[in-house]
Protein backbone atom coordinates (compact mmCIF):
# COMPACT_ATOMS: atom_id res chain seq x y z
CA UNK A 1 0.00 0.00 0.00
CA UNK A 2 1.37 3.62 -0.96
CA UNK A 3 2.21 5.62 1.99
CA UNK A 4 0.52 9.28 1.88
CA UNK A 5 2.52 12.51 0.56
CA UNK A 6 3.39 14.92 2.92
CA UNK A 7 0.09 17.52 1.54
CA UNK A 8 -2.28 14.30 1.76
CA UNK A 9 -1.29 14.01 5.49
CA UNK A 10 -1.60 17.50 6.26
CA UNK A 11 -4.90 18.09 4.40
CA UNK A 12 -6.22 14.72 6.49
CA UNK A 13 -4.84 16.26 9.93
CA UNK A 14 -6.56 19.81 9.09
CA UNK A 15 -9.08 19.09 6.95
CA UNK A 16 -11.72 21.08 8.65
CA UNK A 17 -9.96 23.85 9.22
CA UNK A 18 -8.79 24.25 5.28
CA UNK A 19 -12.30 23.92 4.54
CA UNK A 20 -13.52 26.61 7.13
CA UNK A 21 -10.86 29.24 6.09
CA UNK A 22 -11.65 28.36 2.08
CA UNK A 23 -15.34 28.98 2.65
CA UNK A 24 -14.92 32.30 4.51
CA UNK A 25 -12.56 33.09 1.85
CA UNK A 26 -15.25 32.69 -0.59
CA UNK A 27 -17.50 33.96 1.29
CA UNK A 28 -15.46 37.33 1.49
CA UNK A 29 -14.23 37.71 -2.06
CA UNK A 30 -17.17 36.88 -4.00
CA UNK A 31 -15.97 39.55 -6.80
CA UNK A 32 -12.58 37.39 -7.11
CA UNK A 33 -14.69 34.32 -7.01
CA UNK A 34 -16.72 34.96 -9.84
CA UNK A 35 -13.77 36.32 -12.23
CA UNK A 36 -11.95 33.17 -11.29
CA UNK A 37 -14.51 30.86 -12.05
CA UNK A 38 -15.38 33.02 -15.23
CA UNK A 39 -11.69 32.48 -16.03
CA UNK A 40 -11.74 28.66 -15.43
CA UNK A 41 -14.75 28.00 -17.35
CA UNK A 42 -13.37 30.00 -20.15
CA UNK A 43 -9.98 28.16 -20.19
CA UNK A 44 -11.71 24.57 -20.01
CA UNK A 45 -14.29 25.08 -22.74
CA UNK A 46 -12.56 27.10 -25.44
CA UNK A 47 -8.91 26.94 -24.57
CA UNK A 48 -8.16 30.64 -24.07
CA UNK A 49 -7.47 32.80 -21.46
CA UNK A 50 -9.73 35.83 -20.06
CA UNK A 51 -6.64 38.11 -21.51
CA UNK A 52 -7.16 36.63 -25.09
CA UNK A 53 -10.84 37.01 -24.63
CA UNK A 54 -10.50 40.65 -23.81
CA UNK A 55 -8.06 41.21 -26.69
CA UNK A 56 -10.87 39.53 -29.03
CA UNK A 57 -13.27 41.97 -27.52
CA UNK A 58 -11.21 44.99 -27.88
CA UNK A 59 -10.68 43.72 -31.68
CA UNK A 60 -14.22 44.19 -32.29
CA UNK A 61 -14.28 47.97 -30.21
CA UNK A 62 -16.47 45.87 -27.65
CA UNK A 63 -19.31 46.04 -30.05
CA UNK A 64 -21.27 42.61 -30.86
CA UNK A 65 -20.14 40.91 -33.91
CA UNK A 66 -23.75 41.28 -35.20
CA UNK A 67 -25.39 43.78 -34.08
CA UNK A 68 -22.92 46.02 -33.12
CA UNK A 69 -24.45 47.10 -30.23
CA UNK A 70 -21.75 48.06 -27.03
CA UNK A 71 -20.97 44.61 -25.13
CA UNK A 72 -21.19 44.61 -21.43
CA UNK A 73 -19.57 42.11 -19.10
CA UNK A 74 -20.15 38.45 -17.44
CA UNK A 75 -22.91 37.17 -18.96
CA UNK A 76 -23.84 39.64 -21.47
CA UNK A 77 -20.64 38.55 -22.85
CA UNK A 78 -20.65 35.12 -25.45
CA UNK A 79 -18.06 33.44 -27.09
CA UNK A 80 -19.01 32.58 -30.14
CA UNK A 81 -17.91 29.37 -31.32
CA UNK A 82 -18.62 26.52 -34.17
CA UNK A 83 -19.68 23.89 -32.67
CA UNK A 84 -18.87 21.39 -35.68
CA UNK A 85 -14.96 22.46 -35.75
CA UNK A 86 -14.70 24.23 -31.99
CA UNK A 87 -13.22 27.49 -33.56
CA UNK A 88 -13.89 30.37 -31.98
CA UNK A 89 -15.67 32.84 -34.42
CA UNK A 90 -16.36 36.36 -31.99
CA UNK A 91 -17.64 38.09 -29.43
CA UNK A 92 -21.29 38.20 -29.13
CA UNK A 93 -24.10 40.10 -26.85
CA UNK A 94 -26.61 37.17 -25.37
CA UNK A 95 -29.27 37.95 -27.48
CA UNK A 96 -26.70 37.52 -31.03
CA UNK A 97 -25.63 34.60 -29.26
CA UNK A 98 -28.62 33.00 -29.01
CA UNK A 99 -30.27 33.89 -32.36
CA UNK A 100 -27.13 32.05 -33.53
CA UNK A 101 -27.98 29.03 -31.46
CA UNK A 102 -31.79 28.64 -32.46
CA UNK A 103 -30.91 29.07 -35.67
CA UNK A 104 -28.76 25.96 -35.20
CA UNK A 105 -25.88 27.95 -37.15
CA UNK A 106 -27.63 27.69 -40.04
CA UNK A 107 -27.61 30.11 -42.89
CA UNK A 108 -30.45 28.90 -44.92
CA UNK A 109 -32.42 29.53 -41.60
CA UNK A 110 -31.09 33.12 -41.03
CA UNK A 111 -31.76 33.80 -45.12
CA UNK A 112 -34.88 32.59 -44.58
CA UNK A 113 -35.89 34.40 -41.48
CA UNK A 114 -34.18 37.94 -43.23
CA UNK A 115 -36.20 37.01 -46.47
CA UNK A 116 -39.16 36.57 -43.97
CA UNK A 117 -38.99 39.79 -42.28
CA UNK A 118 -38.27 41.68 -45.51
CA UNK A 119 -41.60 40.93 -46.42
CA UNK A 120 -43.48 42.87 -43.41
CA UNK A 121 -41.35 46.05 -43.69
Same mark, same amino acid.
Given at each position: ???????? &? !????? +? /??????????? %????? =????????????? &? !????? +? /??????????? %????? =??????????????????? +??????????????????????????????L???I
Open positions: MESKSYHQ &K !YYLKN +K /EKIITRSIEWA %KNNKE =KRIIIARNSHIKK &K !YGITA +K /EEQALKLNQNS %KCAIC =KNILGNGNEVHIDHSHTTG +KIRGILCRYCNILLGQARDSVEILQSAQDYKKY
